[in-house]
T-cell receptor
Framework: DSGVTQTPKHLITATGQRVTLRCSPR?????VYWYQQSLDQGLQFLIQ???????AKGNILERFSAQQFPDLHSELNLSSLELGDSALYFC????????????????FGSGTRLTVV | AQTVTQSQPEMSVQEAETVTLSCTYD???????LFWYKQPPSRQMILVIR??????QNATENRFSVNFQKAAKSFSLKISDSQLGDAAMYFC????????FGTGTRLQVFP
């Protein structure tokens, strides 16, 4: 157990639907990061939050949004889902001595596998 | 912009032998960190080793070591005494304000 909890582990939904993925960071970590990994691909950075505020944005579609709550858990919302959104979505957290610096490496959750049919 | 390149889509090694996985990166920052992550079939992302760019000494973690060539922006991973459990996807990553990954190298280990 890495300490980063992602729910649900699996999700199957239809095109056009909306889903919410949840992440609880490791205790003490203030930064949360979301990544998308399509089949046999690398990890694409989507978005980063630090202590409730958005810090960095990657190649995140406008149909996707995220937020980090006061208790530091984060949610990734995916709407108007398309077949191409099927992927493994990872959440990671880190101890950031300075905002934006994940110096100690990121701890990853086990991912949510999203299948859009 | 940060970029990370892994030019070896697949590598194979005999059990107990040594293998080196290549990685090059590009960043305009002077303060950054480099990582190797392992992704076994379970798809869990596992940190293997990290290197601070300001340190000249190459990082070592048991059978895993890196060859960090800062001027060449090269960061290769050497796995010594390879074991069957080392079979996985290996991702190189660089971090300034966010962690950017390469496309990965699939390592096969043969008995």
């Amino acid at each position: 157990d890495s300490g980063v909890t992602q729910t649900p582990k699996h999700l199957i939904t239809a095109t056009g639907q909306r889903v919410t993925l949840r992440c609880s960071p490791r205790s003490g970590d203030l930064s949360v990061y979301w990544y998308q990994q399509s089949l046999d691909q690398g990890l694409q950075f989507l978005i980063q939050y630090y202590n409730g505020e958005e810090r960095a944005k990657g190649n995140i579609l406008e149909r996707f949004s995220a937020q980090q709550f006061p208790d530091l858990h984060s949610e990734l919302n995916l709407s108007s889902l398309e077949l191409g959104d099927s992927a493994l979505y990872f959440c990671a957290s880190s101890v950031d001595p300075r905002p934006g610096q994940g110096n100690y490496g990121y701890t990853f959750g086990s991912g949510t596998r999203l299948t859009v049919v | 912009a940060q970029t990370v390149t892994q030019s070896q889509p697949e590598m194979s090694v005999q059990e107990a032998e040594t293998v080196t996985l290549s990685c090059t990166y590009d960043t305009s920052e002077s303060d950054y960190y480099l990582f190797w992550y392992k992704q076994p079939p379970s798809r869990q992302m596992i940190l293997v080793i990290r290197q601070e760019a300001y340190k000249q000494q190459n990082a070592t973690e048991n059978r895993f070591s890196v060859n960090f060539q800062k001027a060449a922006k090269s960061f290769s991973l050497k796995i010594s005494d390879s074991q069957l459990g080392d079979a996985a996807m290996y991702f190189c990553a660089s971090n300034t304000d966010k962690l950017i990954f390469g496309t990965g190298t699939r390592l096969q280990v043969f008995p």
